[in-house]
């Protein structure tokens, strides 16, 4: 496609489950990017994957948050036991390198009840 | 503590006249800067950069001014058009070859008609 993709745009779900986002990066972008943005925030970078391997996941805020890459395309971002201060929007982002402007998808809202 | 601040959370200009955004940073060691615009419900897209070299890049209606003594970045929107309506992020790089971007919390802008 022609922009970053990610599914699914709304996720609504319970404390304590594991969620699932998706990212397909634009073609080509051998970078990729997840941030989370929570409420009157600015984006926390989370983790970053160039190609499939992340030389820097310094940014995930707990042991339940994991991410992968695979065939240098799609990446997933999994929350086990989800906690309600995981609530907010998950954006990823791929660049041509790393040292290109990043471009957006448009973000997965995440709403713990 | 914060290393970007966008001190206004909000900005309203009328339609035709200059809109700016302003974000200050601490860190000296940031040496690109970007601006994002991000409508509600939609990734930020980005928007116009600068690298440290410089001090001004143009780009049709946006400017962006950099005042490295200062630590100061500042976008200018000349003129302003109800669809430049939007919340605006500048973003920072820390050093060549970093690929984390820093965010403030965002300015969000309403070009009254």
């Known amino acids: 496609g022609a922009g970053v993709s990610q599914s699914p745009s709304n996720k609504v779900t319970e404390k304590g489950k594991d969620v699932e986002l998706r990212c397909d990066p634009i073609?080509?972008?051998?970078?990729l990017y997840w941030y989370r943005q929570s409420l009157g925030q600015g984006l926390e970078f989370l983790i970053y994957f160039q190609g499939n391997s992340a030389p820097d996941k310094s940014g995930l805020p707990s042991d339940r948050f994991s991410a992968e890459r695979t065939g240098g395309s799609v990446s997933t971002l999994t929350i086990q036991r989800t906690q309600q201060e995981d609530s907010a929007v998950y954006l990823c982002?791929?660049?041509?390198?790393?040292?290109?402007?990043?471009?957006f998808g448009d973000g997965t809202r995440l709403s713990i009840l | 503590d914060q290393q970007v601040k966008q001190n206004s959370p909000s900005l309203s200009v009328q339609e035709g006249r200059i809109s700016i955004l302003n974000c200050d940073y601490t860190n000296s060691m940031f040496d690109y800067f970007l601006w994002y615009k991000k409508y509600p419900a939609e990734g930020p897209t980005f928007l116009i950069s600068i690298s440290s070299i410089k001090d001004k890049n143009e780009d049709g209606r946006f400017t962006v001014f950099l005042n490295k003594s200062a630590k100061h970045l500042s976008l200018h929107i000349v003129p302003s058009q109800p669809g430049d309506s939007a919340v605006y992020f500048c973003?920072?790089?820390?050093?060549?070859?970093?690929?984390?971007?820093?965010f403030g919390k965002g300015t969000k802008l309403s070009v009254i008609p």
């Open positions: 982002a791929s660049s041509l390198n790393s040292n290109q402007p990043q471009h």
């Open positions: 073609s080509g972008h051998t970078a």
């Open positions: 973003a920072l790089r820390e050093g060549a070859g970093s690929y984390q971007l820093t």
